[in-house]
């Protein structure tokens, strides 16, 4: 309950509330860009000004190892499910989608554990951007294996893909593919993921002087841009609902279940594994979340088969505002049970 009360998640609440009644409350498209880089920017230094204290130690390692292990269960295990009922490309694309993170859902966690006097792991950060292209990858590569499995179904006879929906010649996209060289370009270097990682090395490079003489910039104003953040996700969230409540049960219920089994499944790397409370969370939400930003632009040129309303609505209009309201309470109350 404390975290509902935080005043970034009340202007969450409100953005979705001011979108439900059409009211004209908008957030310029050139604030909400300056204010998303503004976040990744904060929230690389302070990552990297956390690392450049504690450095790497067997405790770190197991955290980015958990990570990665995360990164590869969460898309195998959703497109395991998923191609049993949707096409093959969409089953990718969805799985791709949950199976790469979320920085806004990563950084309005942060904020919570810090208001509730958790320490917040710098190196988390690092977990983060370790998780957000591995599901990518996957879902290229089993986009290719359809393609393939296409070119060698009888001439003329509708092909079949995994999971079943049928890619005639005449759909968009078929047979079209993007060199991974180029999906692993695009992944590495979009600007946000580029910024993020620029700004967690200085913030590594410049340590203690530069935490200080940055200050006001990382600490001072994050809580209320943050704020501001997300009252412009909670009118974007508002618009994306109709799209959401139009999936089918399955995917919706995919979109909200998916992600607690993704969280308990973390979890229990994190007991295993013996991660302190902050860390475990972390790991959970990262697990729980799903990208709405740097995969769907990725996707839409890797996979254009997969029908982007499809991975873009689940993520956003259901899955974020779940783990916004309810995922990120939940997570820090079950870790903190689990691993006292």
């Known amino acids: 309950m404390q975290s509902l009360l935080d005043p970034a998640i009340l202007f969450f609440v409100f953005g979705v509330l001011a979108g439900a009644v059409k009211s004209n409350l908008e957030i310029p498209p050139a604030i909400a860009k300056f204010l998303s880089l503004y976040l990744l920017m904060a929230l690389g230094l302070k990552g990297g000004f956390a690392l450049a204290q504690t450095g790497f130690n067997a405790e770190i390692l197991a955290s980015l190892a958990a990570a990665m292990v995360m990164a590869v269960v969460v898309p ?6 998923l191609r049993r009922h949707i096409a093959g490309f ?42 957000e292209s591995p599901a990518i990858v996957m879902a290229v590569l089993l986009a290719s294996a359809l393609r393939h499995a296409a070119t060698l179904s009888p001439a003329g006879a509708p092909v079949v893909a995994v999971g079943g929906g049928s890619l005639g010649a005449g759909w968009p996209g078929a047979g079209s593919s993007l060199p991974m060289r180029k999906v692993l370009h695009e992944s590495f270097t979009d600007g ?8 967690m090395a200085i913030g590594f490079i410049s340590g203690e002087a530069g935490k200080a003489v940055m200050q006001p910039f ?18 974007l969230v508002a618009r994306h609902f109709k799209s959401a409540r139009t999936q089918s049960p399955l995917l919706i219920a995919y979109a909200a279940l998916g992600p607690l089994v993704h969280a308990a499944i973390a979890l229990g790397l994190a007991v295993l594994l013996q991660l302190p409370v902050a860390d475990a969370v972390l790991l959970m939400v990262l697990s729980a979340s799903a990208s709405y930003i740097v995969v769907p632009a990725v996707l839409r040129h890797a996979i254009p088969e997969a029908n982007p309303s499809l991975y873009f609505g689940l993520s956003l209009g259901i899955t974020f505002p779940l783990n916004i309201l309810v995922g990120i309470p939940l997570y820090i109350h079950i870790a903190q049970w689990a691993l006292a």
């Open 90 to 131: 969409d089953a990718a694309a969805i799985a791709a989608s949950y199976g790469s993170v979320s920085a806004v859902t990563f950084v309005t966690a942060l904020q919570v554990l810090e208001t509730q006097g958790l320490t917040a792991p710098g190196h988390m950060t690092v977990a983060m951007v370790l998780m």
């Open 218 to 235: 990382t600490g001072d104003l994050f809580k209320g841009l943050l704020a501001f953040f997300l009252l412009d996700m909670g009118l």
């Open 76 to 81: 195998a295990l959703g497109f395991m499910l």
């Open 192 to 199: 946000t993921h580029l910024l993020l990682l620029g700004a």
